[in-house]
Protein backbone atom coordinates (compact mmCIF):
# COMPACT_ATOMS: atom_id res chain seq x y z
CA UNK A 1 0.00 0.00 0.00
CA UNK A 2 1.47 3.34 -1.15
CA UNK A 3 -1.27 5.43 -0.13
CA UNK A 4 -2.31 7.41 3.74
CA UNK A 5 -4.83 8.62 4.95
CA UNK A 6 -4.89 11.21 6.72
CA UNK A 7 -7.03 12.37 9.95
CA UNK A 8 -9.09 14.73 7.61
CA UNK A 9 -9.85 12.00 5.28
CA UNK A 10 -7.57 13.09 2.81
CA UNK A 11 -5.67 10.27 0.78
CA UNK A 12 -1.83 10.77 -0.43
CA UNK A 13 -0.20 8.79 -2.47
CA UNK A 14 3.32 8.56 -1.07
CA UNK A 15 5.10 7.91 -4.33
CA UNK A 16 3.73 11.22 -5.78
CA UNK A 17 3.34 12.99 -2.30
CA UNK A 18 0.31 14.49 -3.96
CA UNK A 19 -3.02 14.73 -2.50
CA UNK A 20 -5.65 12.07 -4.64
CA UNK A 21 -8.75 13.47 -6.24
CA UNK A 22 -12.12 11.91 -6.70
CA UNK A 23 -12.53 10.88 -10.17
CA UNK A 24 -16.04 9.12 -10.99
CA UNK A 25 -15.22 5.42 -11.49
CA UNK A 26 -17.59 2.81 -12.93
CA UNK A 27 -16.75 -0.43 -10.34
CA UNK A 28 -17.95 -4.06 -10.53
CA UNK A 29 -18.05 -5.68 -6.95
CA UNK A 30 -20.41 -9.00 -6.05
CA UNK A 31 -22.25 -8.57 -8.87
CA UNK A 32 -23.05 -4.80 -8.79
CA UNK A 33 -22.07 -2.64 -11.40
CA UNK A 34 -22.35 0.98 -10.26
CA UNK A 35 -20.49 4.36 -10.24
CA UNK A 36 -18.56 5.86 -7.18
CA UNK A 37 -16.10 8.87 -6.75
CA UNK A 38 -13.02 7.17 -6.40
CA UNK A 39 -9.98 9.45 -4.69
CA UNK A 40 -7.14 8.69 -7.42
CA UNK A 41 -3.69 10.19 -7.95
CA UNK A 42 -3.54 12.71 -10.19
CA UNK A 43 0.15 11.65 -11.19
CA UNK A 44 0.54 8.18 -10.83
CA UNK A 45 -2.86 6.87 -11.21
CA UNK A 46 -3.14 4.60 -8.05
CA UNK A 47 -6.62 4.46 -6.61
CA UNK A 48 -7.75 4.28 -3.19
CA UNK A 49 -10.67 2.17 -2.81
CA UNK A 50 -11.60 1.16 0.84
CA UNK A 51 -14.06 -1.04 1.68
CA UNK A 52 -16.03 1.03 3.84
CA UNK A 53 -16.95 3.24 0.90
CA UNK A 54 -17.97 -0.02 -1.53
CA UNK A 55 -20.12 -1.57 1.16
CA UNK A 56 -21.57 2.45 1.61
CA UNK A 57 -22.37 2.29 -1.75
CA UNK A 58 -23.55 -1.20 -2.30
CA UNK A 59 -25.97 -0.36 0.04
CA UNK A 60 -27.07 2.40 -1.41
CA UNK A 61 -27.70 0.65 -4.76
CA UNK A 62 -29.41 -2.24 -3.01
CA UNK A 63 -31.99 -0.07 -1.71
CA UNK A 64 -32.38 1.50 -5.21
CA UNK A 65 -32.93 -2.18 -6.42
CA UNK A 66 -35.92 -2.55 -3.61
CA UNK A 67 -37.34 -0.05 -4.64
CA UNK A 68 -38.36 -0.98 -7.80
ZN1 LIG B 1 0.90 8.99 -7.31
Given amino acids: MRLSVTENK ?3 CFQCQ ?3 QPIKTYLS ?15 CGEVYISEEL ?4 IAEVEMQLEDK
Fill in 29 to 43: YLGHSFYAEIPKCPD
Fill in 10 to 12: VVI
Fill in 18 to 20: KEL
Fill in 54 to 57: VKSR
